[in-house]
């Protein structure tokens, strides 16, 4: 059978962390811009993916039904039977209370199938084998880590057992929590997009580790206070940098010029008082 126009040929991972209340979704696919179609979500109310014979009002629509209070099983229900052409699509939700429900319509092509767990649903179309959805909900149960670790780890599998039939092209990840976005003044947590790449999952997770990097929270053990040995490195890395003038300077020309490397890196979100460093921070200037 050859492809039908416009197929989000697709394998994607929907999840909550009931720790965190975080909510997000996971894709990849053979087809440009997949975070553009498929991942959609709403902090405090649920996640969904919408994929083969993409209908994206299932997002908006079904964030609603949520939102009044239905079940991702019963939100699912409802889009399918207002949906004519609904053999044609894939969808899976997962509610606020990490409730889980996966749909593949009759006419989705082969490989097409989903699965649902705690805090998740897995399901892809055009997929090399049923293994590539089986493996991404193991990964997703097993693997340590955030919501967004979790999801990318289940792509990362998912990839590995057998992937999309067609090929790799895009790949995004799409998560929501309650004042999580930057300045805690939205609710985007992570929101990251491989538009078109050879290796969209890998891609994905390299950006992924820089989101982190730059705007993780600190770890209490990363704090170190610049004293002794080290006060010397840090010194003489950020005169090799062009942030100081001179191996000697005073306290106040080196927390000067600490705090012009980090407003010029965009490390402001692991800012330490005066007289402290996030090492983070020092470990990505030693890697300049």
């Known amino acids: 059978m050859k492809d039908k126009p416009n197929i989000v040929a697709t394998f994607s991972i929907v999840g909550h962390d009931p720790e965190t209340g975080e909510l ?3 894709v990849q696919s053979k087809f440009l811009g997949v975070g553009s179609v498929v991942p959609w979500a709403e902090a405090g109310v649920g996640a969904i993916a919408t994929q083969a014979l993409a209908n994206p009002a299932y997002g908006p629509s079904g964030l609603k039904l949520l939102r009044e209070g ?6 699912l229900d409802e889009l399918v039977k207002n949906d004519p052409q609904a053999d044609e699509r894939q969808a899976g939700i997962i509610d606020a209370n990490g409730r889980g429900a ?4 009759a006419n989705c092509l082969d490989w097409a199938g989903g699965m649902t767990g705690p805090n998740y649903c897995a399901q892809g179309n055009i997929l090399v084998n049923q293994a590539t959805v089986s493996e991404m909900g193991k990964a997703f149960e097993q693997h340590s880590g955030s919501l967004s670790d979790r999801l990318i780890a289940g792509l990362q ?9 067609r090929g790799r092209q895009s790949a995004a990840i799409y998560v929501v929590k309650d004042k999580g976005g930057y300045g805690g003044l939205n609710d985007v947590f992570v929101d990251l997009r491989v538009d078109d790449h050879p290796d969209p999952i890998e891609e994905l997770n390299r950006i992924y580790q820089l989101q982190q990097l730059y705007f993780g929270e600190t770890k209490t053990e990363d704090i170190k206070r610049i004293e002794g040995p080290f006060k ?3 010194t003489g890395k950020l005169h090799q940098l062009g942030y100081l003038s001179t191996k000697s300077p005073s306290d106040q020309e080196l ?3 600490l705090k012009t490397f980090i407003n010029t ?3 402001e979100g692991r800012e330490q008082k005066e007289g402290y460093i996030d090492m983070q921070v020092y470990t990505f200037m030693e890697n300049q």
């Not at 239905?70 to 939100?75: G, I, P």
């Not at 599998?157 to 039939?165: R, V």
């Open 255 to 257: 927390y000067k010029g």
């Open 70 to 75: 239905l079940s991702a099983q019963e939100t």
């Open 102 to 105: 996966t749909y593949t319509g």
């Open 232 to 234: 010397s490195r840090l």
């Open 265 to 267: 890196e965009n490390f």
């Open 157 to 165: 599998a998912a990839q590995k057992a057998g992937g999309d039939s």
């Open 24 to 26: 997000g979704v996971a």
